[in-house]
């Protein structure tokens, strides 16, 4: 039996990108995937720490936010830049970084944000009939709201429900978007108090 030594061309590395609600925010997508989950840097510092891909993102003057999720990456510029005059550049830039190998994210990042929410309360407990409607709201948003939110190039995160209020945490393109708010108000809010009848509100939290 032959074993065939000859080494596997990788395929070429593809990217385009999305428009997003944000007009500040653009998705780059690529046909790879990049990190299962997501991976959210409003700041260079915990890029830093975490992403080999976001600290060489941020070390463009232009770049302001970074968010990683499955196949694309979502970059949030510094308004006094516009998009013609850094796209191909942060295009480029990324094609490269994929096609070398470079890091994306580094190992232990999810179990880390995973005991900072812990620490900040968010995972706290909830009694009685409140853990099935805290179940129903994540299902809901789950499967409801996440993949729409994704498509725009951002992320929905449940935070906490408490007296009829919701909260959640916006991330990618959505955070700090214009759009995300009466996203969140006319679209989400009006689901949930529709299929939850015990939802009053849901507003928006700093993640």
């Known amino acids: 039996m032959e074993t065939n030594t000859a080494p596997k061309t990788a395929s070429p590395v593809m990217i385009y ?14 046909n790879r995937m990049l990190y299962k989950g997501t991976a959210d840097f409003r700041e260079e510092e915990l890029a830093k720490e975490w992403s080999p891909l976001g600290t060489a993102l941020f070390a463009h003057s ?3 936010g970074v968010y990683v999720c499955n196949n694309f990456v ?6 006094n830049y516009a998009w013609e005059d850094i796209m191909l550049k942060l295009k480029e830039f990324i094609k490269d970084y994929v096609e070398a190998g470079g890091e994306i994210i580094n190992e232990g990042f999810e179990s880390a944000m995973q ?4 620490a900040k309360g968010t995972g706290y407990q909830y009694t009685g009939e409140e853990v099935e409607l805290v179940k129903k709201i994540k299902d ?6 996440k993949p729409a939110v994704e498509m ?3 992320n929905i995160e449940f935070k906490s429900f408490d007296k009829g209020v919701v909260s959640v945490i916006l991330q990618g393109s959505c955070s700090g978007c214009p759009s995300s708010t009466v996203t ?7 689901m949930l108090k529709r299929m939850v009848p015990e939802v009053t509100e ?3 939290e700093m993640g």
Request: charged share 25%; aromatic share 8%.
């Open 62 to 64: 232009f770049v302001k």
């Open 202 to 204: 849901v507003v928006q």
């Open 74 to 79: 979502t970059i949030t510029k510094e308004f």
């Open 17 to 30: 990108t999305e428009q997003t609600p944000n007009p500040e925010s653009l998705k780059f997508v690529t």
């Open 140 to 145: 809901l948003i789950d499967t409801y709201v």
């Open 115 to 118: 005991e900072i929410e812990a």
């Open 152 to 154: 725009d190039g951002g």
């Open 184 to 190: 969140l108000k006319s679209g989400i809010e009006g």
